[in-house]
């Protein structure tokens, strides 16, 4: 038998192969992801409370929400949330990062310390920070009174200006010690010889960081940055927990708003529309960092 | 409540499940669309059980197999009353029937009451008076959990009965409306707790539970708006109770304070807390019925309201025993005094206009918002529902 022959029946047989060992996660996708899409796409042409039949209205909903105030002060605090939480966290994360890569005594405690946040409840998280911030009873209140700092005294959570960034601050406080992990990990990545050399080219520290650590990080900062967008798309409890999406709606996010819509106004399709905008959000956004920035930072090549 | 009526009916299999609301209300949904509906199930009044009517079986032929031809007189009329809101019209079936019931009102702290030789308000004067003369301690005189639209909407509910009872609901049905200076004049009251110091501050971002529940039960408030349902602090079943729970020593319930100009007496506000339903393709009718009726008036419920959880939906149904004479004393006010007389219901009848009412409430409580543009914003909302 000639080596064409021998190709020519592995590879049908290779395929195979490679289609059955694809399957699996193949099935699941489309059960699990594939399939809510369509029907959540499906679902947002109806006027349908979820449990009776539902009267079609085309892209009734679409119109509808593009003119509805409450969802685009959801947008408006989506890119608060995306702007103010992702580069602080980053920047906290990576100072953390930086100070406990050094040999320091007991800095898997202090590790474990700043990463402890990130796996609580966000639920327990925000039933603490509503009792911290609490300007009547709150400890930032009794710190504020005891010392004279009026601004710690206010109601930032009662206050529809600043309601936003302080749940933002709450969320910046949960999800640093994530942040810190991935630039912990990345920072190992990096080789030792080329910070070697940096020294003993007379690099400083401060030089070291910007020239070179830094750049390095590239994949973890694009990484962070994908997993930020995504997240803060996605913020639900917390935000359900700290404000319910208030006051007066001034901390409504995509999630809270969908929630309210489907289960407290019995309005699945209009929530379904608002769920097909926010992937179409997410998708965009992630489709555009791919363009931007190569796919290297997903798949761990270089570009 | 489950080992209760298995001791009369031992062949009986129950399995019951507890969610938390949010949980229950996506558990439910998923249930119904793909028709796993529970035999029995849980639904509050209004759109919850009009949302899943259509999956539930008519109960008066239950109801009258169990307790006779008239089964109705057994329960506190609201609960009859709010059974069918939002029933079409000519359909006269009671989907659900009550389980328990309830007022919503005001509890004082006796404790700090008594220390600050002070007075339970019967006035809104009398209020603003009290809540000057507690100033300056170290709880809140009026702790107002402002954040939870449903408490809003209860506080502003019993508000505006006082200034005119019953008027809300006529601008529900559309026979009047929510721009009648009246009900401008609640809205005004209400926002006047915030701006005349009465509640808190920051109370638009406290919830009631857990944490303006806690601070009330710690001793960190002498009145906070809540409702009956509070007696269940004082459930005998739990160990451990704080000094204020133990058998209710620390607490009084009161009405919502009448305002000036508005009725003599204050009005009482209240209804269901929870219903039974059973779904319409049970496979035991029968035996789902004498669960429900077991759990509203017999052993079930009696092992249900001996824990205190909220008000017996049917009357003359009391605890076996009671840890305390103020206990018993409160028991006999709720159930003797208030719920008979419960008229005003503490719920609008749909989401829609529930939610415009608390947003409004929400918005003048932070000043974006005048008593009459709120108004001015429910009455729109309710233009739109009403079609």
């Known amino acids: ?60 909903n679409y119109t509808r929400l593009f003119q509805d105030p409450i969802f685009l002060t959801t947008l408006k605090n989506s890119g608060w949330w995306i702007l103010l939480t992702i580069i602080p966290q980053a920047l906290i994360g990576f100072f953390l990062a930086m100070l406990l890569n050094e040999k320091l005594r007991g800095r898997a405690i202090y590790r474990a310390i700043f990463f402890i946040p990130a796996v609580l409840s966000p639920v327990v998280v925000g039933i603490v920070w509503q009792r911290i911030f609490d300007p009547f009873n709150g ?15 206010h109601g930032y959570l009662a206050d529809p ?58 994949q973890t900062h694009l990484s962070l940055l994908l ?56 998708v965009i956004s992630s489709l555009s960092m791919v363009r931007a920035f190569g796919s290297g930072f997903l798949t761990g090549d270089e570009k | 409540m489950i080992a209760a009526f298995k001791q009369a009916n031992p062949d009986a299999k129950i399995d019951a499940t507890i969610f938390n609301y949010p949980e229950y209300l996506v558990d439910l949904q998923t249930r119904a669309a793909s028709n796993t509906m529970p035999d029995i199930v ?12 259509a999956n539930l079986m008519p109960l008066q032929d239950c109801a009258e197999k169990t307790w006779g031809a008239d089964w109705q007189k ?75 639209s449903w408490l809003r909407n209860v506080v502003f509910l019993q508000i505006a009965n006082n200034v005119e009872p019953g008027l809300v609901y006529k601008a529900e049905d559309g026979s009047d409306s929510w721009t009648n200076p009246k009900l401008v004049e609640a809205f005004d009251y209400w926002g006047k707790l915030f701006t005349e110091g009465i509640a808190q501050k920051g109370a638009i971002g406290l919830d009631a539970y857990p944490t303006g529940a806690n601070q009330f039960e710690a001793g960190n408030a002498a009145m906070i708006p809540l409702g009956a349902w509070w007696i269940q602090q004082s459930d005998p079943t739990k160990t451990g109770l704080p000094p204020l729970s133990e058998g209710m020593s620390g607490y009084q319930p009161f009405l919502f304070p009448t305002i000036p100009g508005g009725a003599a007496q204050p009005q009482l506000v209240g209804g269901i807390d929870v219903s039974l339903g059973i779904a319409k393709n049970t496979k035991n009718p029968d035996l789902a019925c004498k669960v429900l009726t077991d759990w509203i008036a017999g052993a079930g419920a009696q092992k249900l309201i001996n824990t205190f959880n909220d008000l017996p939906a049917v009357t003359g149904l009391n605890p076996e025993k009671f840890t305390s004479d103020r206990q018993k004393q409160i028991w006999t006010t709720l159930t003797s005094d208030w719920m008979p007389q419960v008229k005003y219901s503490r719920y609008l009848k749909t989401p829609q206009m529930d939610t415009a009412l608390g947003d409004a409430l929400s918005g003048i409580a932070t000043g974006e918002l005048t008593p009459q543009a709120a108004a001015a914003k429910v009455q729109a909302e309710q233009q739109k529902v009403n079609g």
């Open chain 1, 1 to 60: 038998m000639s080596d064409h022959t021998v190709q020519k029946h592995t590879a049908p047989r290779e395929w195979l192969a490679g289609t059955l060992f694809l399957l699996p996660a193949i099935v699941l996708f489309t059960i699990f992801v594939v399939y809510p899409i369509v029907y959540n796409f499906q679902a947002s042409t109806l006027d349908w409370d979820g449990v009776n039949p539902g009267r079609f209205v085309g892209l009734g």
């Open chain 1, 227 to 282: 997993l930020g967008i995504i997240g803060s798309l996605k913020t639900f409890e917390l935000v359900y927990v700290l404000t319910e999406g208030g006051p007066n709606h001034a901390t409504e996010m995509l999630p809270t708003y969908t929630f309210k819509q489907a289960f407290q106004l019995q309005s699945v399709g209009y929530a379904s529309t608002i769920s097909v905008v926010l992937l179409l959000i997410a």
């Open chain 2, 42 to 53: 849980g639904l509050q009044p209004g759109a919850l059980t009009q949302q899943y009517r």
């Open chain 2, 74 to 148: 057994k329960f506190y009329p609201i609960g009859i009353e709010q059974a069918r809101m939002g029933n079409p019209a000519g359909d006269e079936n009671f989907y659900t029937l009550p389980l328990l019931v309830q007022t919503v009102n005001l509890w004082a702290n006796t404790k700090i009451f008594d220390e600050k030789h002070a007075q339970i308000p019967q006035t809104w004067d009398q209020l603003k008076a009290t809540v000057n003369q507690l100033n300056g301690g170290e709880y809140a005189p009026f702790m107002l959990p402002a954040k939870d």
């Open chain 1, 161 to 218: 200006k600043s309601a936003i960034f302080a749940a933002i601050v709450v969320n910046v406080w949960m999800w640093t010690g994530f942040s810190m992990l991935f630039y912990l990990a990345g920072l190992q990545l990096i080789d030792s010889s080329v910070l070697a050399a940096a020294k003993i080219d007379g690099a400083g520290t401060w030089r070291t960081i910007r020239s070179i650590i830094w750049p390095l990080l590239r």
């Open chain 1, 139 to 153: 400890v930032v209140a009794k710190l504020g009174r005891a010392t004279g700092l009026d601004f710690l005294v």
